[in-house]
């Protein structure tokens, strides 16, 4: 079979690949679509029948009512501080702990590794009222702490993705810097975490959206509106007999224009970080 013809025979398989790509996407991004439209009408176009994909009229005012209405600016600094924290606690104590399990050798650490990872398997509703009450005995309620500290100090995801990335590094530049005088904080420090900046950008990214978008633990922990955070504000514009879902859609589409912009920035880290490790594992 020559060139030319297995061509022909892959382009069929293509086109049909590229076809379902394309509408898997379109599936993807319609909610986001609907969400960006409703934003953008008046409350008798929301529910209309049949649904009006273009407002007429186009109701701009429901960015600037939806951001007055509510204390947004206070609620977007809280995520804003209380992500960044948590992102860069979780890379610096995962990635230790991460060289820990994948270099340092000692006495059961197989087995510690296990169960470390055997903590994924339990569901956050079984730990949520036992944080609840030791949060409450320690006057943390209604605090960032309680949102800060838990998430700041564990994540059992990225230690497992930072380890299979460290165990690809070859152990030669560790020797190299053994040999070199320095100690295992001093490999982690200028050997280990230079080397695995793909992955600590690929987890970053995925430990930026999982707390920028936290509505549950924010839900149970706060309770005075100038310490909630964007989620939580959001759902302040459901009422109990009546939701303003203009404004709840303005507010929405605005809270998502961060994790965009980390998105579109960081996209290449995250399909080489999470590729490597692949690799690497």
Known sequence: MTVA??????APAR???HIVL??????????FLWTISSSLKDMTQIFAVPPVWIPDPIVWSNYVDSFTAMPFGRAYWNSFYIT????????????MAAYAFAKLRFRGSGVLFI??????????????????LIMDKINWLDTHLALIVPGA????????????FIRGIPKELEEAAVMDGANPFRIYWSV???LIRPALAAVGIFIFMGTYNNFI????????????????????????????????????????????????????HIIEGVTLTGIKG
């Open 5 to 10: 013809q297995t061509k022909k025979k892959i």
């Open 15 to 17: 086109i049909l690949l």
């Open 22 to 31: 394309t509408i898997g996407a379109l599936l993807m991004v319609f909610p």
């Open 84 to 95: 960044a924290i948590v992102v860069v606690a979780q890379l610096f104590t995962g990635s």
């Open 115 to 132: 169960l470390f990872l055997a903590t994924m398997m339990i569901p956050k509703q079984v730990t949520m009222i036992p944080l609840y």
């Open 153 to 164: 100090l564990f994540n059992a995801f990225a230690v497992f993705l930072l380890r299979q």
């Open 192 to 194: 280990i975490l230079p």
């Open 217 to 268: 633990d924010a839900l149970i922990y706060l309770s005075t509106p100038e310490n909630f955070t964007v989620p939580l504000l959001l759902n302040n514009f459901k009422g109990l007999y009546v939701t303003n879902w203009a404004y709840m859609m303005a507010g929405a589409t605005i809270s998502v224009i961060p994790v965009i912009i980390v998105y579109m920035f960081a996209q290449r």
